[in-house]
């Protein structure tokens, strides 16, 4: 899933919106799409894409409550994505046999994470809370544990390339390469333009 490095976190306001975004991605050299539940539209742009795209990798993002999680999985769901550590969503998703992804700001968090099992977290939000300098920080104490980040949060192209250099970095998320505005205006050349870019650009930087 991690093949990139690399997680679009989507917004999808408009259901019309979801073939053109998975085929945009897909011509940038993405296959892994975080569609976040914060739309009306979201749920079924989940079932439209993982009925028509098959080889995308597909994940809910700001799962707040455990009782989508069934339904998450019923429409096809491959991952789950949390901005905080919600003990009941992260059972249920453990109960579905669902990956999650939860949300970390802190070593106190981290170790909350670690006693519920899991081993790769998202770090958010990235960027205000002090960046890649302060992720490398964090890592410190925990690297030996084989604890992987997923950063997120305000990350730019300009930036990816400092959490790409961190090994304990499974992939960041971004949105700046699939922007409401880009996809509101049907700049899906642009979307798979900065797609190619972000990708690039994390490669040149991985260890």
């Excluded at 073939?19 to 989940?46: F, H, M, S, V, W």
């Excluded at 998450?72 to 769901?77: F, R």
């Excluded at 109960?95 to 939860?102: E, G, R, T, V, Y």
């Amino acid at each position: 899933m991690f093949a990139t490095r690399l997680v679009p976190v989507v917004v999808l306001k408009n259901l019309a919106h979801a073939e053109p975004l998975a085929e945009a991605l897909l011509a940038g050299g993405l296959d892994t799409i975080e569609l976040t539940l914060r739309t009306d539209c979201a749920l079924d742009a989940i079932k439209l894409l993982s009925e028509k795209y098959p080889q995308i990798k597909l994940g809910a993002g700001t799962v707040l409550d455990a009782g989508i999680v069934p339904k998450l999985v019923d429409l096809g769901c491959q991952y789950a994505v949390s901005p905080g550590l919600n003990p009941k969503v992260i059972e249920a998703t453990q109960k579905a046999d669902l990956p999650i992804f939860a949300g970390v700001a802190n070593p106190t968090d981290i170790e909350t994470a670690r006693e519920l099992g899991l081993q790769t977290l998202k770090f958010f939000p990235a960027e205000p809370l002090g960046g890649a300098s302060m992720l490398k920080a964090l890592i410190g104490p925990y690297g030996h544990t084989g604890i992987k980040f997923i950063p997120t949060g305000g990350i730019t192209l300009e930036k990816a390339p400092s959490y790409a250099a961190l090994p304990e970095v499974a992939a960041i998320g971004g949105s700046w390469f699939v922007d409401a505005k880009l996809m509101a205006e049907g700049n899906w050349a642009e979307i798979t333009k900065r797609t190619e870019e972000a990708i690039k650009a994390i490669a040149e930087s991985s260890h």
